[in-house]
């Protein structure tokens, strides 16, 4: 069994490993167990679908110790070489320095620098990359002038061609086809030396690859799908060779030459097609990929110049023509165009950009040309979170995974007992120990952990990547598994519910400082702020031509406002809940604040506080649209029959007007950022499960609180690493997607499993009861793994809810 591995740094104490050559939920539990046993690794997991393992531990995790590990247990380890010409170096600790910087790189086995020619020499498990050497050779201070593969690693084959299909079944057909024709009453038995001939390549050449991986697996004191086939075929085999030279002379019995090569052909087909199947798992990953550009139009010296995309950097200016894709996070300069982002945030109608304007790298540029300045190359884009997020929810395994490793780690030392029982048995039973002998190689064949181990990661994979096409980013498998039983959503108000762009509807003064002197003095405190509150007071006052105070010592008052000094004097604007610890009460402007905030308004009060003394200078009410979708996205959910509260810092009235809008189930207003948790805990009471949806940042400690935290991203701005779920356009109605593909998803790992355990649970006593012929158990065998691949992919067809 022959594998190749591929790294790449998940974060500073995890390597991912891409492990080729796994056959079932057998040798995943033998490569965790050999790279849990490594010195400082804290925790390894092998998803059997992706073909990957993710290890964690200590910082300086040896990749050399994984690699010894991997071929400990059976599995050969790809390395691929790279030049790197460096600048800069001018002595022999510079050469040093270098080379200690590379071998820090997860999934680097040495590195060499060469002082005299500038060249490092490094060699590296598969799946290394150029940019990630450059970009440690460039943190320790050098340049690197040109950085390049010597050779790229060796195509590993992840199964058997189609031409050893064919040549299986151009031998097994001649062996079968009497069988059938004896049905119809013609004898077109071959004769026994001819059957040889045909089974021998079959069993020890086609089937050379189940006795190296099942030899492997012995001498690592486990076992396999390949050693039970290896163990079943070679009985049928030589069954098959003591009856030809026992009954030489005489009448010869039947031989079950068909038998072994019948099995070994069908498992080849198997696997052949479980491939393809699991091919098209991964699309989503592939999708995305395709859509990062090879090379960007620079603008060097006023000169445009197409660079190699890793020779990009932050603040380069980059033309994009018509057509193109954007080969980097960046800020529009000049121009003006209609951009596709369909394949990164899952909105299917072009979205216009402008100067002022944020583009994200991948996204296809319309008709118009354009001049960004980059914000974000290489591993920092959107675009190369996007694919880590979604490798990694690919890669990891759902907690229910659990219960299938513990019943794979004894799964063929069970099956060959039971075969053992099974011979045993019939021998003692009717004292034939050949017609035993068939039976228990029967058992031996339609045995299949394959099915076991592949019946949650396909489900996942395809359900994220489906997800992933859509705008909604799955974290980990975790997230995708919790967020089935999601039973309330908290969603917060602004920029959730609402678009998050709020404008200054009145501006009522308590005194003498009329409206202009009353924004004059908002203004002054709001101008360094980018909140939309503030932004809204800033273009009023641009609006009205109305120049700003000079105020000082701005600070926040998290939760309820703003402070500033005037002169002597205290300046404070924010909530209803700041005007009520300050002891004032609205006084003439009670009847207006009621009406305002009758009409879903925000409210902010400006108080100067002269000696120590408040006095309440005026009311500031802002209207913030609710979004055309929020209305759907909550009776979505409550068709789906889940309870929507939404959490909100605003005053009790605005919060219940925009409830009372939506539809929402429970309204809590006046919720400070931190009490946010605290409220998204109370909602858990009696068991619920409580999913919080909010911007990812502001929001940041109630999407922990949550079950499941869903942040809804704006823009390139995408706070992938705060919640579980990410959505990548500000469209609610992706809430109810996610908990629906989620379901889905879920639906699918119970079917996989259910269908995997009674295939096993139903068929393994079958052949032990002989009434399974070993043929059609190894067929049974072959076509479960692909019946489980396929009912995943059905996933694939999942779309969201139609639109009104």
Known sequence: MNANIATRAVDPQAIELQVLGMTCASCVSRVEKTLRAVAGVRQASVNLATETATVSGDPGLDTQALAAAVRKAGYDVGTRSFKLQIEGMTCASCSGRVEKALRKVPGVTSAVVNLATEQASVEGLSGLSAAVLKAAVERAGYAVRDASALAEPAAASRLPAWWPVAAGAALTLPLVAPMLLALLGIDAMLPGWLQLLLATPVQFWLGARFYKAGAKALLARSGNMDLLVALGTSAAYGLSVYLLLRHADHGMPHLYFEASAAVITLVLLGKWLETRAKRQTTDAIRSLQALRPV???????????????????????????????????????????????????????????????????????????????????????????????????QAGKAPIQRLVDQVSAVFVPVVLGIALLTWVGWVLATGDWEGALVNAVAVLVIACPCALGLATPTAIMVGTGAAARHGILIKDAQALELAHAVQVVAFDKTGTLTEGRPTLVDALPAGDLGRAGLLRLAAGMQRASEHPLARAVTQAAEAERVEPADVSDVKALPGRGLQARLGEDTLLLG???????????????????????????????????????????????????????????????RQLGVTCVMLTGDNLGSAQAVGQQLGIDEVRAQVLPADKAKAVEALKVGGRRVAMVGDGINDAPALAAADVGIAMATGTDVAMETAGITLMRGDPRLVSDAIDISRRTWRKIRQNLFWAFAYNVVGIPLAAMGLLNPVIAGAAMALSSVSVVGNALLLRRWRPARRA
């Open 295 to 393: 090379t960007a139009r620079v603008l060097r010296a006023g000169v445009e110049i197409e660079t190699p995309i890793d020779q990009v950097v932050v603040g380069d200016a980059v033309r994009v023509r018509p057509g193109e894709r954007v080969p980097v996070d960046a800020e529009v300069i000049d121009g003006s165009s209609q951009l596709d982002e369909s394949l990164i945030t899952g909105e299917s109608l072009p979205v216009a950009k402008g100067i002022g304007e944020r583009v994200t790298g991948g996204s296809i540029n319309g008709e118009g040309a354009l001049t960004v300045r980059t914000l974000a190359v290489g591993a920092e884009t959107t675009l190369a979170r996007i694919i880590r997020l979604v490798e990694s929810a």
């Open 575 to 637: 909530s209803s809940r700041l005007l009520a610890e300050q002891g004032l009460q609205p006084g003439a402007l009670a009847d207006a604040a009621i009406h305002l905030e009758a009409q879903g308004r925000t409210l902010s009060w400006l108080i100067r506080s002269v000696a120590g003394q408040p006095e309440l200078l005026g009311l500031l009410a802002f209207g913030d649209v609710v979004k055309p979708a929020a209305q759907a996205a909550v009776s979505r959910l």
